[in-house]
């Protein structure tokens, strides 16, 4: 079984830093995509940062510049490093895996999600 455990969240003033880590656990053959999503009360979940399997990566408009994602392939880890910090960055941040298992069944995963709120 596989799943995909966050941590890092929390309660920051605006401007500060938080980081976030993901890592995926399991029966997983291989991974295609991993990173991160967002979702504000009332909105939709966001695209935040995702890495390819090649290692390009994909970045939402609203944080290109503050957020930083990485990754470290050998413990199935993605980090998310979150600088300069804005009140409209509070939300719920999930960590997604589009991910091949054991079974080679392909599918997407997503962690239980970390409360990331910034005050102003």
């Known amino acids: 079984q596989v799943q995909l455990v966050e941590s890092g969240g929390g309660l920051v003033e605006a401007g500060g830093s938080l980081r976030l880590s993901c890592s995926a656990s399991g029966s997983i053959f291989s991974i295609n995509r991993m990173g991160w999503y967002r979702q504000a009360p009332g909105k939709q979940r966001e695209l935040v940062a995702v890495f390819s399997h090649s290692g390009s990566i994909n970045y939402a408009d609203s944080v290109t510049g503050r957020f930083t994602i990485s990754r470290d392939n050998a413990k199935r880890t993605v980090y998310l490093q979150m600088n300069n910090l804005k009140p409209e960055d509070t939300a719920v941040y999930y960590c997604?895996?589009?991910?091949?298992?054991?079974?080679?069944?392909?599918?997407?995963?997503w962690g239980h999600g970390t409360q990331v709120t910034v005050s102003s």
């Open positions: 997604y895996a589009d991910l091949v298992d054991s079974s080679y069944f392909r599918n997407d995963y």
